[in-house]
């Protein structure tokens, strides 16, 4: 994601819709795993800082889908697209920050190594199959 954000910037002025396109993605499919298997798992087996901080997380999620819901009726060229893309970056790189150093140190606190590896790999594979899935979906277009 970070290489995606890193060609935004350095384009800043330009149209990143194709760009963009990626980011969607790669968002929809992280927001769709965390909400599905992770999320869900640390709400049911988590400490109450855990559950505090993943329904944070949940909310910003909900903001990020509505942010891109807005930009996909928006061309690339349009300044409010371009403000957004901005906005959009620093909100998931903000939320990348609050998982990266909050979030995962609780979690490999609170559950094993088997457990851990086991999300791991279902969230792998929920990944590989949701993007398939809207592979297909593009292509049916």
Same mark, same amino acid.
């Given at each position: 994601?970070?290489?995606?954000?890193?060609?935004?910037?350095?384009?800043? +002025?330009?149209?990143?819709?194709?760009?963009?396109?990626?980011?969607?993605?790669?968002?929809?499919?992280?927001?769709?795993? $965390?909400?599905?298997?992770?999320?869900?798992?640390?709400?049911?087996?988590?400490?109450?800082?855990?559950?505090?901080?993943?329904l944070e997380g949940i909310e910003e999620h909900k903001?990020?889908?509505?942010?891109?819901?807005?930009?996909?009726?928006?061309?690339?060229?349009?300044?409010?697209?371009?403000?957004?893309?901005?906005?959009?970056?620093? +909100?998931?790189?903000?939320?990348?920050?609050?998982?990266?150093?909050?979030?995962?140190?609780?979690? $490999?606190?609170?559950?094993? $190594?088997?457990?851990?590896?086991?999300?791991?790999?279902?969230?792998?594979? $929920?990944?590989?199959?949701?993007?398939?899935?809207?592979?297909?979906?593009?292509t049916a277009q």
């Amino acid at each position: 994601m970070d290489g995606l954000f890193q060609k935004v910037k350095a384009n800043e +002025d330009g149209n990143n819709e194709n760009v963009y396109r990626k980011i969607k993605q790669e968002l929809d499919a992280h927001a769709h795993i $965390e909400e599905s298997i992770f999320y869900p798992y640390c709400l049911k087996n988590g400490d109450k800082e855990l559950q505090k901080i993943v329904l944070e997380g949940i909310e910003e999620h909900k903001q990020v889908k509505l942010f891109l819901a807005e930009m996909n009726d928006e061309s690339g060229k349009q300044p409010e697209f371009k403000a957004k893309m901005m906005v959009l970056i620093e +909100d998931v790189e903000h939320h990348v920050q609050e998982e990266e150093g909050e979030m995962f140190g609780m979690v $490999e606190d609170q559950f094993d $190594e088997e457990t851990l590896s086991r999300l791991g790999a279902q969230m792998q594979a $929920e990944k590989e199959r949701f993007l398939s899935q809207l592979s297909r979906a593009a292509t049916a277009q």
